[in-house]
């Protein structure tokens, strides 16, 4: 029988996976986890322990105890909080990676999903269409770990044949989820501000383009991978996946539409150097190619669907 480990369950991509792994595989298949003992009130349906990532005794008690066969492994400091605290964002990013592969060895799982990142990249990259192989050379503490952490994964399905997937997540907008200390949350912080009609004040500057996704095109993307059989899956550090790619002020324009009263302004801080390192469109040839990934969402339709969902949520 399938049953699923998650870590960070309670974070933004977290609660919506968790939710989704739910309804395909049943409440008795799927135990979540977080450090925060608040998440809980997320899962009232399913087992829950509160967890530290950082903690592998504690990850293999639990391992045991619910005789988990796959974990996704969503815990992390993300790239904004991570360049406030460098040490913690390494220790949290890498240790409970090594961790999770190891444990994934000596139990053999039967598979481990683990989240990199466009943060990978860095300014020598080709920063248009950034191909699934170039250089990488990341400026955070973010992008290192999910460098390493991409080679590490590599490592082990080459070596040990742990069965590890992964995707380079762009920016993930959703509207059930608050994002957490990311260089590209304002791009679901700006859709809050309209539907609660508060001018906005975005730390990025107007023109800054980033790759983005919709929340349930990232959802899909996971569960497709995950499902793909083992063999159409080549890449084992982490594939490249795109959707869209736009500016704040592409955004604001495509709310504007809906809330002609809407305003921004600009204030960029030291997210902007984070942003201007990190690529503007996305290669994502290999993920088409190898297990048939394809986007649904434009930036029309992403912003029809938040401002048509979110209002429900004040
Ligand atoms: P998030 O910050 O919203 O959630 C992370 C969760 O991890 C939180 O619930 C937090 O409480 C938990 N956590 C933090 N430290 C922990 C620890 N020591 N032990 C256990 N839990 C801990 O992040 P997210 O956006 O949900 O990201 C999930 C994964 O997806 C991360 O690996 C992230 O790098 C990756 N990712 C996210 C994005 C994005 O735009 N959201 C983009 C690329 C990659
Ligand atoms: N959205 C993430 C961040 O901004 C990228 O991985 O940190």
Partial sequence: MTKILI??????????????????????????????????????????????????????VLTEKHQITQI???????????????RLAWQVNMDSLLSIL???????????????????????SPRTHTPQHCIQEPLTVYGISKQAG???????????????????????????????????????????????????????????????????????????????????VKIRSSYNISSLSFTPEEIFRSILVHYPQFEISYSPDFRQEIADGWPQSIDDSEAIGDWGWKPEYDLERMTQDMLANLPHLY
């Fill in 72 to 86: 996704y492994h969503l815990a992390a400091i993300l790239s904004a909080t991570g360049e406030k605290k460098p």
């Fill in 102 to 124: 190891e444990l994934a060895k000596e139990k053999k799982l039967d598979k481990v999903y683990w989240p990199s990142s466009i943060a990978v990249f860095g300014p020598n």
């Fill in 150 to 232: 991409e080679r590490w994964c590599n490592y082990y399905f080459q070596k040990h044949g742990v069965d590890v997937r992964s995707l380079r997540y762009p920016g993930l907008v959703g509207y059930k989820s608050l994002p957490g200390g990311g260089t590209t949350d304002y791009a679901v912080d700006i859709y809050h501000h309209a539907v609660r009609k508060t001018p906005f004040t975005c730390f990025l500057k107007k023109d800054t383009v980033l790759p983005m996704m919709y929340m349930p095109d990232a959802i899909r993307a996971t569960v497709e991978l995950m499902e793909a059989p083992r063999e159409a």
């Fill in 7 to 60: 870590t960070g369950a309670g974070g933004q991509l977290g609660s919506e996976l968790t939710e989704t792994l739910v309804n395909r595989y049943g409440t008795e298949s799927v135990v979540a986890t977080d450090i925060n003992e608040e998440s809980r009130s997320l899962f009232s349906e399913i087992a829950f322990d509160t967890l530290d990532v950082t903690d592998h005794r504690a990850l293999k």
